[in-house]
């Protein structure tokens, strides 16, 4: 069964960096696109970015570009965000996630991802 592990979430000084790991489990990692959504108590959960199943194509919400950067590494079955520049309004839970089938245009919906983590907490201190 594939499981999603996100770990380097954390308390940073607004204007600071902070890299996410997503650690996924299972043969067939390479064959999925992969995203990161967030999430603030109350609110829906919110696309931040997506990448394709060979790391060729990367797609961004408008408050991620020129900010955050989505990577993966096949060989490893790993998937990163790098965000910079932090600000507050960056406060929330990070959830790494696998789109729902193999191959196939990556949305921006929650509903086109099927295999969720338990979320990483980031906080941004202003």
């Known amino acids: 069964q594939v499981q999603l592990v996100e770990s380097g979430g954390g308390l940073v000084q607004a204007g600071g960096s902070l890299r996410l790991s997503c650690a996924a489990t299972?043969?067939?990692?390479?064959?999925?696109?992969m995203a990161w959504f967030r999430q603030v108590p109350g609110k829906e959960r919110e696309f931040v970015a997506a990448?394709?199943?060979?790391?060729?194509?990367?797609y961004y919400a408008d408050f991620a570009k020129g900010r955050f950067t989505i990577s993966r590494d096949n060989v490893k079955n790993m998937v990163y965000l790098q965000m910079d520049s932090l600000k507050p309004a960056d406060t929330a839970l990070y959830y790494c996630?696998?789109?729902?089938?193999?191959?196939?245009?990556?949305?921006?919906?929650?509903?086109?991802?099927?295999?969720w983590g338990q979320g990483t907490q980031v906080t941004v201190s202003s």
């Open positions: 996630a696998r789109a729902s089938r193999q191959f196939v245009i990556l949305s921006r919906a929650p509903s086109g991802y099927d295999i």
């Open positions: 299972g043969r067939t990692f390479s064959t999925y696109g």
């Open positions: 990448i394709s199943w060979g790391g060729e194509d990367t």
